[in-house]
């Protein structure tokens, strides 16, 4: 991957070689923004809230973030709705990760480098008025779904959140009772005891409506399967993959 670029001549007549990702990371957009607040939601996720800027984006799209003079960009989906005055996202803590631990230690006032918002993970707004869409996630994979729900608050919608315990159906609060469903791995106290895949396995599924899955690709791979083996039609599934 490293000898990805090309040769660029120098006023002295030589050449220099351009790496091709640093060019990209050269030619996009980039601001810096400052975070407002940061939100400790468990011992291991939490949100950062960035102020707004202005910047335009369609719910379920996805940013850049990176730290100043570090040179690494991670992706996050949007958390916060598409009218709200912040820009938040939900991130994850993963152990001995390059940039999340180091994402965690932040406080507000400092300043994150953000490029996008780019992603084409979206939902069409006359689909909204006519659909029903089910959000099969795990983890942090709820995001783009809560930006969707924030986003268009008359949306028909079924959420299925996989987590290991209870505690880490993030903002649960904020769906209607009966439109959220936790399954947990780990945990008897919530609403089903498994996978979100062994969830769709063992229910009924809506042949007419909308799938959207987020989260890891092992979930979204499995999750596709049952639905295409339950009779959804390819083309009623939609996906995001986080890693
Ligand atoms: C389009 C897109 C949107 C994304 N949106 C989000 C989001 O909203 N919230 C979020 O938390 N992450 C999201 N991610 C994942 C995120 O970009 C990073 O990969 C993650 O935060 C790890 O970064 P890191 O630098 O700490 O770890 P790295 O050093 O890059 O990776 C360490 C290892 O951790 C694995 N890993 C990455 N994420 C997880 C995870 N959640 N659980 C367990 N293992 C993981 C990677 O596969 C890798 O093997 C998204 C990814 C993509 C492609």
């Given at each position: 991957m490293n000898n990805l670029g090309f040769a660029c001549p120098t006023q002295a007549?030589?050449?220099?070689?351009?790496?091709?990702?640093?060019?990209?990371?050269?030619?996009?957009?980039?601001?810096?923004?400052?975070?407002q607040k940061i939100r400790h939601l468990t011992p291991t996720v939490f949100t950062i809230c960035l102020e707004r800027d202005d910047i335009k984006f369609k719910a379920g799209q996805h940013i850049g973030l990176g730290l100043n003079e570090y040179p690494y960009m991670r992706e996050y989906s949007i958390y916060s709705g598409e009218n709200d005055d912040y820009l938040e996202v939900l991130i994850k803590e993963v152990k001995d990760g390059?940039?999340?631990?180091?994402?965690?230690?932040?406080?507000?006032?400092?300043?994150?480098?953000?490029?996008?918002?780019?992603?084409?993970?979206?939902?069409?707004?006359?689909?909204?008025?006519?659909?029903?869409?089910?959000?099969?996630?795990?983890?942090?994979?709820?995001?783009?779904?809560?930006?969707f729900i924030r986003s268009y608050p008359e949306m028909n919608y079924q959420l299925i959140h996989g987590v290991k315990f209870v505690e880490e159906s993030i903002d649960r609060d904020e769906y209607a009772p009966d439109r959220y469903i936790n399954c947990t791995t780990e945990d008897p106290k919530g609403d089903f005891r498994g996978r979100v895949g062994q969830y769709l396995a063992a229910n009924p599924v809506d042949p007419d409506g909308l799938y959207y899955l987020c989260g890891s690709g092992k979930m979204i791979y499995e999750v596709n399967s049952i639905l295409q083996n339950k009779g959804i039609a390819p083309h009623r599934i939609f996906w995001e993959i986080y890693f």
């Open positions: 007549g030589n050449f220099i070689k351009i790496n091709f990702y640093l060019f990209i990371n050269l030619m996009s957009e980039k601001r810096l923004l400052e975070i390059t940039l999340t631990p180091k994402f965690k230690a932040c406080s507000a006032g400092e300043k994150l480098i953000m490029d996008g918002p780019t992603g084409s993970f979206v939902v069409k707004p006359d689909s909204v008025k006519r659909d029903k869409f089910y959000f099969i996630a795990t983890g942090t994979g709820i995001s783009p779904f809560h930006c």
